[in-house]
């Protein structure tokens, strides 16, 4: 089963405006939840990451909301510019010794000049 | 500083015969993941390795497929005898011990003919 959900699927938004993709989790042993951007025939790469016991952590244009209770987190990305196209992927990794990333689906990003 | 390499980049394979996928982690990086992402889907974790040991391998295929990290050179995925469900780009990422931070290389495109 998908451990992690993603939404929207798709997203266009004007150069300039806020772009916001959602993501939510069940397993409450996840403790660790990166943001991955990635641009056609490349590898993710890593953008920004927070753990639950903060609930917002912001890099330059890029930032992380985070709702432990309701078990949400999602991107914000400010000033939104055409070269933010790309595909973005949320994630998430609990203490299991294991860790493995479980992915979210995927937001294909266009913003629009 | 390089990043994760992978190699080949393209791979192409007809039904039946062997695909051999190679990593070269992050210098001082020495754990490394292997992850399968499928078109217009999210990546799918598969295997957890340190050098000549697997630490997790709950995403591999029990058939078909194994992987290595040994004390020397790359890490390899095999997947013998591929079938045309095996297309798919496979990443490799890579840590430091102790860090859930994870970097991703370009990827290896797998196409099974």
């Known amino acids: 089963q998908q451990q992690v959900k993603q939404s929207p699927q798709s997203l266009i938004v004007q150069k300039g405006g806020i772009s916001i993709i959602n993501c939510a989790y069940e397993n409450t042993a996840f403790d660790y939840f990166p943001w991955y951007q990635q641009f056609p025939g490349k590898g993710p790469a890593l953008l920004i990451a927070i753990r639950p016991d903060v609930s917002e952590k912001k890099e330059g244009r890029f930032t992380i909301s985070f709702n432990k209770s309701a078990k949400q987190f999602s991107l914000h990305i400010m000033d939104s510019q055409p070269g933010d196209s790309a595909t973005y992927f949320c994630a998430a990794m609990g203490e299991t010794g294991a860790n493995n990333l479980f992915f979210g689906t995927g937001t294909r990003l266009t913003v629009i000049p | 500083n390089a990043g994760v390499m992978q190699n080949p980049r393209h791979l192409v394979r007809r039904r039946g015969q062997e695909a051999r996928l190679r990593c070269s982690p992050m210098k001082g990086h020495s754990h490394v993941y292997w992850y399968r992402q499928l078109p217009e889907e999210g990546l799918k974790f598969m295997v957890y390795l340190q050098k000549e040991n697997i630490i997790d391998e709950s995403g591999m295929p029990k058939e078909r497929f194994s992987a290595e990290f040994p004390k020397e050179g790359p890490s390899i995925l095999r997947i013998q005898q591929v079938v045309r469900g095996d297309s798919a780009a496979y990443f490799c990422?890579?840590?430091?011990?102790?860090?859930?931070?994870?970097?991703f290389g370009p990827g290896t495109r797998l196409t099974v003919t």
């Open positions: 990422a890579s840590s430091p011990g102790g860090s859930h931070e994870q970097y």
